[in-house]
Each structure stands twice: as C-alpha cells, then as structure tokens.
C-alpha cells in the first residue's frame, strides 16, 4: 500500500483559502517550502487539511528525528500538561530540568565535567553560547565559517553567511567577528583537492591570525560538523580535529554548533563523535524538543558556570512541557536502534542519488554523513554553476506528487534529506521514486542545461 496518497491539485481548496487568509494576517517574511496546510502527522506521514497525505522528507527541519506524533512524547506532554506547564525555572526550579541537564551531559561527547543550560530555540543556544565563551575567557571575538548558518537573532545572524534574505537590510551586524571558508570541497576556496592539500583552509586560519585577528582576542571558533542550511556540506574527517588543534594552541574554545546534525542524523548521537571531538560547548536544539521548543548549551563545567547568577536565563528557558518531550525523545533514543537506522537510511539514498548522477547531468555533486544526504544541482560539471530555479521546480513538483521536500545551501540549488529516522525502506523508496520523477521531468524540460 503506498503511503502518499493526493486527493486534490496541490494546493487544495482549504490550503488555497488558508493561504489566502496567512496573507492577510501574517507577515511575507515568515516563508513556507510548500504551499499545503497541516492537519496531523504520525511518524513519517503527514496529512494536509484537503486530506492529502504526504511523505515529510524535511521533518520539520530535522526536528522530528523520532518521527511525527511518537506515542513516548505524546504521553509525556498529558502527564506534564496535568501536572503544571509553567513556573519558570528561576523562580521554581523543577526536577525535570535538572535531569534533562545530567542526561545531556551523558550522552554528549566530552568525559569531563559538564553543565547544562536549556533554552527555547537554536539561535537563542547560539547567543548563550557565545557570552559563556566571552565571559570564561574575557576575548571579544569570535571565528565562524563562510555557508554557515546559526540563527535569525542578531548575533546569530553576524556569525551566519547567506545575504539573501537572511541578513539584507537586518544590520549592522556584531563587530569581532572573524569568518574564513569552511572545507567545502566541490567548491574549495582555495582551488585545492582533498587530501592534496592538506587541510589549506584550515592552515589559512594562521594567516588569518597574522592579517586580521590577533587570536588572543579570539573567545571561540563556532562551528557546524556537517553544513546544515549551506548546503549540507560535508568536511573531509579530520576537518574539526585539525580546527580544533588550531584553536586550542591559541586558547580559542570550540562551539559546535549541532543544531541540524545532532540526535542521530548522521549517524552517530552527535556528528562530532565521527572525528572524536570534544568541544567545549555544544549547542544542540532541533530534535532534542521532538517538536516542542527546546534548546540547550552543554558544556565544560567550569565555562558553564563562569557568568554570575541572573547572567543567563529567560522565562521560559527549559520549560516543562518541552522538558517532558525531551525525556521521551532521549527514551527513544536508549536503545542505539535509531542511530544505527540513520547510517541505513543514507546508504539507502546514497545509492538512489549515485544513480541519478549516472543518469542526470544536473547532479553535480552527492554528500552523506549518515542520514544527512545533500544533492547539489549544477547547470554544468564543468562550470558548477548553480541550478537553483531547477531546485525549487524539484521541491515544488516533489510536493504535488505527494513529497515535502526542502532545499538548501547559499545558491538554493542542493535538495537535502531530513527524513525522520522511523521511515521503513518502503516509505524511503516510495519517495525516493518521487524525487526520480521530478528529476527525470526537469532533466526534460528545454531550460535545463548541461544534459
Ligand atoms: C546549524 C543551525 N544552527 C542554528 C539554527 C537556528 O535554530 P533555530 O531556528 O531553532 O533558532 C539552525 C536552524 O536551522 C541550524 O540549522
């Protein structure tokens, strides 16, 4: 029985009038990937409010890693919800916080001492994280990548690397801010091969140091192990291990930002456990919540607790409810069969994709670390220059034939995989045939190039 089942042109009449009413009332800088309003989702299925089903191959951006609608997080959201939804941890503290921050601290790469502060969202862990390494250590600065993508609130933003529409017309921007190219190897910075080069852009980060930035002003290196909304990215291994023997000659502290890779979407818990790195603070948001807003900072203890009393906090950090939904992911989680699911699932699409190469020229390039998988679409091998208006006819088309889908990277041309973790092979293969269909139609259509 195939899961995807359409009802109605895409969107249907009730997406039509909902959208036309969103219009009215809500502002056009908030955006949607596809054009159909949700009514219920359960595991990987997501039904519109036209009664189409959909495979969701974007999860929410990667927030629904243990699937729509688990039975362990609905459960736990009735109890909490009986019990109370607010006080505020600084005026009530509750136990379920302080568990939730001894639970992170477990499962976190990093056998030191660790605490734990939650928050409400990724951006909102980004900014907390950053005053924690400028307090502990007293240095303004900060160092990010060039494709980086850490949030919409305005630190967030200065470390972000996308104009449009993310940072037009938002400035100005946080000064000590120090950006450099991240490894990103279809299209290096420096016009270098991997392994040739050794790690040239890691290297140019002295150079930085003596045109630039005096690293002693540096508090802290904010990274993600694998790009997320740049395209996902994949650095060669040993990129974040020799990044952070840089950093840590010169006392700059590591962030890793495992906002979109974390809770088993590469293939291991955390994607800095691929290389065995420890960073010093770990910011991590997305699918620890299991849809509820939820985000936290997990780092050295002594970093942690450098900024006083009142220095850190929110009134609705760590919340309840979002507290409740996070035990029941991390329940999930226990057993490793999610994890191991991960790497299963982006071999599965891998395979798919590698075909498609074969078989479409627009498929420039294919990068997978467990189930994170990203297809860049190129115009041209030779020139790469980017497909993007072909990317967004693929979203557009994957959503009518029953598929959301989402983009990503800064020219919008890399289709990327978030599916949730529960998919079976059958459902991945169902969308997979999907996603061959929409390519196969703009492989045809006379304004594809390079094929
Ligand atoms: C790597 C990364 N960092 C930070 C963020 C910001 O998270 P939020 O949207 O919860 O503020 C995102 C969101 O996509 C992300 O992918």
């Known amino acids: 029985m195939p899961a995807i089942s359409i009802q109605t042109a895409i969107p249907g009449p009730r997406s039509r009038a909902l959208m036309r009413r969103r219009h009215a009332a809500v502002p056009r ?4 990937a596809v054009p159909v309003f949700a009514a219920s ?10 009664g189409n089903v959909f495979l969701d191959f974007a999860g929410g951006i990667g927030v629904m890693n243990i699937g729509h609608s688990d039975r362990r997080v609905v459960e736990a959201l009735k109890n909490q919800a009986e019990r109370f939804t607010h006080t505020c941890f600084a005026v009530a503290p509750y136990e379920s916080y302080v568990t939730l921050a001894e639970r992170l601290a477990v499962i976190t790469p990093g056998s030191f001492a660790k605490k734990t502060l939650l928050v409400n969202s990724g951006a ?4 907390n994280a950053v005053k924690i390494a400028r307090y502990a250590t007293g240095r303004p600065g900060v160092l990010c990548f060039e494709d980086a993508f850490h949030g919409r609130t305005l630190f967030a933003l200065s470390v972000t690397s996308k104009v449009s529409p993310y940072k037009a017309g938002f400035g100005p921007y946080a000064a000590d801010v120090l950006r450099v190219p991240y490894a990103y190897c279809y299209r290096c910075a420096y016009g270098r091969t991997f392994p040739d080069c050794s790690f040239a852009c890691v290297a140019a980060l002295e150079d930085q140091f003596k045109r630039h930035a005096d690293p002693k002003t540096i508090a802290a290196v904010i990274v993600e192990p694998v ?4 395209g996902f990215v994949v650095p060669p291994l040993g990129f974040l291990s020799e990044l952070a023997s840089v950093c840590r000659k010169h006392g700059i502290l590591v962030i890793a930002d495992e906002v979109q890779t974390g809770f088993g979407r590469t293939g291991r818990m955390f994607a800095c456990e691929h290389e ?6 770990l910011v991590t948001a997305k699918s620890l919540g299991g849809g509820l807003p939820l985000a936290a900072v997990v780092g050295r203890a002594e970093l942690m607790d450098a900024p006083g009393p009142g220095g850190l906090g929110g009134t609705y950090i760590g919340n309840p409810l979002a507290c409740a939904a996070a035990h029941a992911v991390l329940d999930r989680f226990e057993s490793g069969e999610l994890v191991r699911r991960s790497e ?3 071999l599965r ?8 190469a074969q ?29 993007k208006q072909e990317t967004d006819d693929i979203i557009r088309m994957a959503c009518e034939r029953g598929v959301v889908l989402i983009a990503a990277g800064t020219f919008g041309n890399v289709v990327r995989f978030l599916t949730p973790l529960v998919i079976t092979d059958d459902e991945l293969d169902e969308g997979l045939e999907v996603m061959t269909s929409c390519l196969a139609a703009v492989a045809s259509q006379p304004t594809a190039h390079g094929h």
């Open 29 to 32: 800088g908030v955006s949607h």
């Open 359 to 387: 078989q479409f020229g627009i498929v420039g390039d294919v990068r997978r670390r467990g189930a994170m998988v990203g297809v860049e679409l190129v115009h041209s091998r030779e020139t790469k220059e980017p497909a």
């Open 276 to 281: 065995g790195l420890e960073p010093d603070l």
């Open 349 to 356: 699409i891998e395979a798919r994709a590698r075909a498609w």
């Open 124 to 127: 909102e862990a980004i900014e």
């Open 41 to 50: 989702a359960d595991g990987v299925r997501l039904t519109d409010v036209d």
């Open 344 to 346: 299963a699932i982006g």
């Open 227 to 230: 790009l997320g909304e740049g």
